[in-house]
């Protein structure tokens, strides 16, 4: 049994504060705002990817659009979250770069195909 002055008492205690100050999630939101994420990432590949296509951007200048289409998508759904992103999110790094690289594939895929039928055929 710990008394007041018992330094193994002001451990459990700081412990038990660190516990406290822990943030709780519902497993259930946070998943579904993640999965929220990937699908807006993948549509604005889709629409990103078919745009880039249509305004022939070829090589370099194609990724340096989708780069810049993923950091739009990154601060408006910062934004969405009104700049609070603990309170929907675990880390900064779930807004910020989840996601960024799944997209991608999706974005070559509609660059070139929109490239292909406007600008070859």
Same mark, same amino acid.
């Given at each position: ?34 999965k ?9 590949? =889709?629409?990103?990817?078919? %745009?880039? $296509?249509?305004?022939g951007?070829?090589? +370099?200048?194609?990724?340096?659009? /989708?780069? &810049? #289409?993923m ?23 779930? =807004?910020?770069?989840?996601? %960024?690289? $799944? ?5 070559? +895929?509609?660059?070139?195909?929109? /490239?292909? &039928? #406007?600008?070859?055929?």
């Amino acid at each position: 049994m710990a008394v007041e002055g018992d330094p193994r008492a002001s451990a459990n205690r700081s412990l038990g504060d660190a516990v406290d100050d822990l943030p709780i999630f519902n497993v259930d939101n946070l998943q579904s705002n993640i999965k929220s994420i990937y699908y807006s990432r993948t549509f604005l590949s =889709i629409i990103g990817g078919a %745009i880039a $296509g249509i305004w022939g951007f070829t090589g +370099l200048t194609g990724f340096i659009f /989708y780069f &810049i #289409v993923m950091a739009v998508a990154s601060l408006s759904l910062a934004a969405k979250a009104k700049f609070s992103v603990h309170a929907y999110f675990d880390s900064w790094s779930r =807004i910020l770069v989840d996601g %960024i690289f $799944g997209g991608l594939m999706s974005f070559v +895929l509609f660059w070139t195909f929109a /490239y292909d &039928i #406007v600008h070859i055929f």
